[in-house]
């Protein structure tokens, strides 16, 4: 009998020619993947990769067995699917910025959840750098994540537009314009690329900041900008009625915005392909809005 896990990391390995993307597919480290063809090999008597290549490339009986192989593993994911419609016992693990981590995202995963109650989905909401590490390192199997320009393996992309805002009723840019002392700023955590291009903006035009309040938390920073602690720059969409937004009148420039990329891995199953397009439904709507507003 052809063991399925073995057959997998067979078809990983062929499909991206290499041990140790094939493990990153998987989430398996390289000399796992590596022991499990082996063991293949041991199995049907007959080598199947030829490793003297830099690019790893299945020999005469591979290719073979890499149509029944992909076959097989397509008729055994129809099967638990067609057997398990709610779902079954799996684990889905998305990883997504904190601005739509909140308020946005939340009616979708209940609804998504709620059809799939024996599904483990697991969230991890934090800033992009970070989630886009996890993401690399195999720890994620679906990613929404901020960047200045997304890699070519992301699946969709949106732009995200950004702005500068101040607090409505206690405005601080106007106290601290052409004044000597520094520029009070509302930031996300040192790493974060809003914080990043706020900086950087202001530099460009030699005006002094300094931190006023610092948070991993978007719904902390927008309370904190409405209640005069500092001005940031943020997405558009995380305006409320609390803020002023600030332009080049103002002494702010504008700054070209950032990228939504939706990441996913190519051997999500039925389960997982649903949830990323309906992320994928999702910002599309979300962007059209902004274009709109």
């Not at 974060?192 to 291009?197: G, I, S, V």
């Not at 558009?236 to 990329?261: C, N």
Request: glycine share 8%; with cysteine; net charge negative.
């Amino acid at each position: 009998m052809l063991d399925l896990f073995l057959l997998r990391s067979f078809v990983a390995v062929v499909e991206t020619g290499n041990f140790t993307r094939a493990g990153e597919r998987l989430h398996l480290t390289q000399s796992t993947v590596s022991q499990q063809l082996i063991r293949l090999e041991q199995s049907l008597g007959c080598r199947l990769l030829n490793r003297s290549q830099r690019h790893v490339v299945p020999t005469e009986e591979g290719e073979r067995l890499l149509g029944y192989a992909q076959r097989i593993l397509r008729l055994a994911e129809e099967a638990s699917v067609a057997l398990n419609p709610d779902g079954g016992d799996g684990v889905l693990r998305l990883g997504v910025p904190e601005d739509l981590g909140g308020e946005a995202l939340m009616p979708l995963l209940t609804r998504f959840a709620a059809k799939r109650p024996r599904l483990r989905l697991e969230v991890e909401c934090g800033l992009s750098h970070h989630l886009l590490r996890l993401y690399r390192n195999g720890e994620l199997d679906l990613l929404l994540v901020k960047q200045w320009g997304a890699d070519s393996d992301a699946h969709a992309r949106w732009t995200e537009s950004l702005c500068w805002i101040d607090s409505a009723e206690q405005p601080v840019a106007a106290r601290y314009e052409g004044d000597t002392d520094a520029l009070p700023l509302v930031a996300f955590p040192v790493g974060a690329l809003y914080r990043q291009d706020m900086i950087h903006a202001l530099e460009s035009r030699g005006r002094a900041w300094r931190i006023g309040y610092s948070s991993a938390s978007l719904a902390s920073l927008c309370a904190a900008v409405s209640a005069g602690l500092g001005v940031s720059l943020l997405p558009a969409s995380s305006v409320q009625s609390g803020h002023r937004v600030l332009g080049e009148k103002d002494g702010f420039p504008a700054v070209d915005g950032l990228e939504l990329a939706l990441y996913a891995r190519s051997n999500l199953g039925a389960v997982g392909r649903t949830l990323r397009d309906e992320l994928s439904y999702l910002c599309t709507q979300r962007a059209e809005a902004a274009v709109r507003a």
